[in-house]
């Protein structure tokens, strides 16, 4: 069974901290990673994706991939209340199935 | 650009009716996929489209649930009959690719009395 498992948290970190997410996922095959973020009763909305081992950066977010070790990252700096949501890590694995992790709650206290 | 849009958004039936959710993706997407979203978890997809091919049904209960893309546009996804354990949040996305980045539509809440 393939898998993206995820830090159910909650996380919680102060106003204008940074926010680490982690994800780790089981299918070696897996090419293409996604987050995303999601809002309570509000469905999934793209962050970032990211397909080749490093670091991308998009404003404050930057992700991390590191396929030796199967391992996919989110930091959000600056962290703002309106960051408190529910990200989602996905994997796209070989077979061309998406496979989402159950998310990580995030709180950011002002 | 229109998003991902999907009805109804919110459906409330007892066990053993049937209900139909319909789906519109992005213009020019061609891959469609309907997830199935239960409280606390992620989505699980349970089948993704290809134009109005299916590329993968394998999590797709089928002795009740069904789904079609007839012309590669529009999708419905069905249950019948439905069970009280598919009480969700049914995700319609698309992409422009299979491995592309997947946009979702509003989802519609499904309740199983």
């Known amino acids: 069974q393939k898998e993206v498992e995820q830090n159910s948290g909650p996380l919680s970190v102060p106003e204008g901290a940074i926010a680490s997410l982690n994800c780790t996922y089981s299918d070696r095959g897996s090419q293409s990673f996604f987050w995303y973020r999601q809002y309570s009763g509000k469905s999934p909305e793209l962050i970032m994706s990211?397909?080749?081992?490093g670091d991308k950066e998009d404003g404050r977010f930057t992700a991390q991939l590191n396929k030796a070790s199967q391992y996919v990252s989110l930091l959000i700096r600056d962290s703002q209340p309106s960051d408190s949501a529910t990200y989602l890590c996905?994997?796209?694995?070989?077979?061309?199935?998406?496979?989402f992790g159950a998310g990580t709650r995030l709180f950011v206290k002002a | 650009e229109a998003g991902v849009a999907q009805s109804p958004r919110y459906k409330i039936i007892e066990k053993r009716q049937s209900v139909a959710f319909w789906c519109n993706p992005i213009?020019?997407?061609?891959?469609l996929y309907w997830y199935q979203q239960i409280l606390g978890q992620g989505p699980k997809l349970l089948i993704q489209f290809q134009n109005n091919g299916v590329v993968d049904d394998s999590q797709l209960p089928k002795d009740r649930f069904s789904a079609e893309r007839l012309k590669g546009v529009d999708s419905t996804l069905k249950i019948q009959p439905a069970k009280l354990e598919d009480s969700a949040v049914y995700l319609c996305?698309?992409?422009?690719?299979?491995?592309?980045?997947?946009?979702f539509g509003p989802g519609t809440r499904l309740l199983v009395l």
């Open positions: 990211i397909y080749s081992n």
């Open positions: 996905a994997a796209h694995t070989g077979g061309f199935k998406t496979i």
């Open positions: 213009s020019g997407h061609a891959t």
């Open positions: 996305a698309s992409s422009s690719g299979t491995a592309a980045d997947q946009y």
